[in-house]
């Protein structure tokens, strides 16, 4: 029987469309001219000149901030929210569960407007405090997904036989179910990090004076024309989202050869 091409071709173009565009920018950024159609040379003229743009820098510090808090608070209140809406099946948890999915169906236009109102009713000045709270708010229903999914598959047995065998709740908590839950937890606190690190519409409505955020500082130099210093200032993020994902795949994989939490090693 004679296999069809179709579906090679397919993924492969596929590929291409998506990650051509990603080898063009990259390329770019070792460009000479300033204009992207014309090659210049190869040159580190814009990572020379990025390192001096000191209000690039400030953006990304407060990228890098905002994005680290989201990340812990979202990951604990995330996480949290699994276990609640796993464990138990009420009316009140189906109220619950709607509040979690919202989120992620809501234009995030209209949350950016519904944060901005809300703020201003409350008369919190805008800030990075209030881009923190506006993270947090989608951010948290991303980790709750995740981890719930990790949860659908878990066998609370193991927790039984841990405190059978002498450990308490807490003992059972913190060297059984969250080394097991590690993946999952990992994979929605990565996932929180991205979202905040690259959000723009919420972060644009919610943002104050002095903090502006690194993709409210790009689309600013978009306006213009600073395109050769957005491809550096790309392909540097771009090696640093592949480092934090290989580093992720290390520990998740010496996490699964490791001992089984509480006894030896894995066989």
């Not at 300033?34 to 209000?55: D, K």
């Not at 709270?133 to 981890?147: D, N, W």
């Not at 590690?182 to 919420?202: E, H």
Request: net charge positive; proline share 3%.
């Amino acid at each position: 029987m004679k296999t069809s091409r179709v579906p090679a071709m397919t993924m492969w173009l596929t590929l291409v469309f998506f990650y051509l565009p990603i080898a063009v920018l990259v390329l770019d950024s070792f460009n000479a001219s300033r204009f992207a159609g014309t090659w210049g040379g190869f040159s580190f003229r814009w990572y020379a000149r990025l390192w001096r743009e000191q209000e690039i820098w400030h953006a990304l510090r407060n990228s890098m901030l905002v994005g680290v808090a989201a990340t812990v608070v979202s990951t604990v209140l995330g996480t949290s929210a699994a276990f609640a809406l796993h464990r138990y099946r009420t009316r009140l948890q189906a109220a619950h569960y709607a509040l979690i999915y919202t989120p992620l169906v809501v234009p995030e236009i209209l949350m950016g407007m519904s944060l901005l109102i809300l703020f201003v009713s409350l008369r919190v000045q805008l800030g990075l405090f209030t881009v923190f709270l506006a993270h947090v708010t989608f951010c948290l229903s991303y980790v709750t997904m995740v981890v719930l999914a990790r949860l659908q598959d878990f066998d609370y047995s193991i927790i039984e036989a841990a405190m059978d065998l002498g450990a308490d709740w807490r003992q059972a908590l913190w060297r059984v179910l969250i080394p097991l839950l590690a993946p999952g937890i990992m994979a929605g606190a990565l996932l929180a990090f991205t979202l905040s690190i690259d959000d723009f519409v919420t972060t644009f409505f919610v943002a104050g004076a002095g903090a502006t955020t690194l993709p409210i500082r790009v689309y600013s130099m978009i306006k213009h024309g600073a395109t050769p210093l957005i491809n550096a200032l790309s392909t540097l993020l771009l090696a640093l989202t592949f480092l934090v994902v290989w580093t992720a795949q290390r520990l998740i994989r010496d996490n699964s050869g490791r001992a089984v939490p509480g006894g030896g090693e894995r066989r």
